[in-house]
């Protein structure tokens, strides 16, 4: 299992929970299992060419990564953020 933090722009698109978790060899098949379980989460993150949206960034233990054939081990961690802008 991976365990996911989602921002608090996210939390409508899944019931309010924080940090769900799901099964996925890759940040990809964990969005695809997010979306499963809360339909229409992954479009707010991942656009229409399956890249990461410019405004949301993601991390594995620590790690910046943006493309969703990233790996996840069992016990790993993947963090969604949204960018902050302003001026």
């Given amino acids: 299992m991976v365990r996911v933090f989602l921002p608090s722009q996210l939390h409508s698109y899944c019931g309010l929970q924080t940090r769900p978790e ?34 949301m960034r993601l991390f594995v233990g620590g790690d910046a990564a943006r493309d969703l054939t990233t790996p996840l081990r069992d016990g790993d961690e993947l963090l969604i953020f949204g960018a902050l802008s302003g001026g």
């Avoid at 969005?31 to 339909?39: A, G």
């Fill in 22 to 55: 799901v099964v996925g060899a890759t940040i990809g098949e964990a969005l695809n299992e997010l979306d499963r379980l809360f339909p229409g989460l992954k479009f707010r993150v991942i656009d229409e060419q399956d890249r990461v949206r410019p405004h």
